[in-house]
């Protein structure tokens, strides 16, 4: 099979973690936490994530010319992701993600967005030939400019959640949201022009076309380590099955499994499961 090429456009940060018993609530110190540092980043996840699940990725990004950028691309030039489209700037620091987990895998994340923010529309490809994946931790402006120079395949992750223009929700072949978010899109979910994909935590995810349901999916049943970047996984995965020609369930199917696998171990890049793995955990959750 041939691999799916995906240019990605998006974020690229480090993650600081600190892995504590709670999180901290308004106001509140919590001591004794655990300090690891991960390359992060939403779109540098989704990039690692597919290049992983067997896709050739080529990655769109804006970095700081500092030492937070070299770590932070670390895993994705270790991968193949071709980082030729990488621009970095002297004037402007690397992205950083504070992330705070629990013990049950839950966490809280405060992003400083540094290069990712100094994006603008006029310094994109002109042309966009590739499948097309893009999420909101970059200005809308950009996201929407390039989903429409695409003339492939768009998949939109509304994460963290911007209002978009209707004529970018209409154009994307997939959208990729959680509860919360597809709640803020409210009446716009059904004026999607393609596939909507809503993530429900636990509990899976369900797959819509046109406002029907055509699918719904739980996950494996895996013991959570830490839940950041799952969400990315979802998306890359889902994105590279129905890029391969698989069926709603099945898409999904493979999006949940590979999605519950990288919260089985911690930070976001270094979670990334590979396409045998995946395979692996499908095979024997179907026996």
Excluded at 9 to 16: A, C, F, K, P, Q
Excluded at 68 to 79: G, K, P, Q
Excluded at 80 to 88: H, K, P, T
Excluded at 164 to 176: F, G, N, S, T, Y
Aim: proline share 6%; net charge negative; aromatic share 2%.
């Amino acid at each position: 099979m041939t691999r799916p090429l995906v240019r990605v456009i998006g974020s690229v940060n480090l993650d600081i973690v600190a892995s504590a018993p709670s999180l901290p609530r308004p106001g509140e110190t919590v001591i004794g936490a655990s300090l690891t540092r991960h390359p992060g980043g939403k779109g540098a996840n989704q990039a690692l994530a597919l290049a992983r699940l067997g896709a050739e990725v080529r990655l769109w990004a804006w970095t700081g010319i500092d030492a937070f950028a070299d770590e932070a691309l670390a895993l994705l030039r270790a991968e193949g992701v071709d980082l030729s489209e990488v621009i970095g700037l002297p004037d402007s620091h690397t992205g950083v993600a504070l992330i705070g987990v629990d013990a049950a895998g839950e966490n809280q994340i405060l992003v400083a967005s540094g290069a990712n923010a100094r994006m603008r529309p006029e310094d994109l490809p002109p042309d966009i030939t590739e499948a097309l994946l893009c999420q909101l931790e970059c200005p809308v402006e950009v996201v929407a400019a390039a989903i429409r120079r695409a003339r492939g395949f768009v998949a939109l992750n509304l994460a963290p959640y911007a209002p978009m223009p209707l004529d970018c929700l209409q154009r994307a072949d997939l959208l990729v949201l959680n509860a919360i978010e597809a709640e803020a899109l409210g009446d716009q979910v059904a004026q999607a022009g393609g596939a909507v994909a809503i993530t429900l935590g636990a509990e899976g995810a369900r797959l819509l076309r046109g406002g029907r349901e055509t699918a719904r999916v739980r996950p494996p049943e895996v013991r959570v380590v830490d839940s950041t970047g799952a969400g990315d996984v979802f998306t890359s995965a889902l994105m590279l099955s129905l890029l391969e020609g698989g069926d709603d369930t099945g898409a999904l199917r493979f999006a949940c499994t590979a999605a519950a696998l990288s919260a089985t171990r911690p930070g976001a890049q270094t979670a990334c499961p590979t396409r045998r793995e995946v395979e692996d955990l499908l095979a024997g959750d179907m026996t």
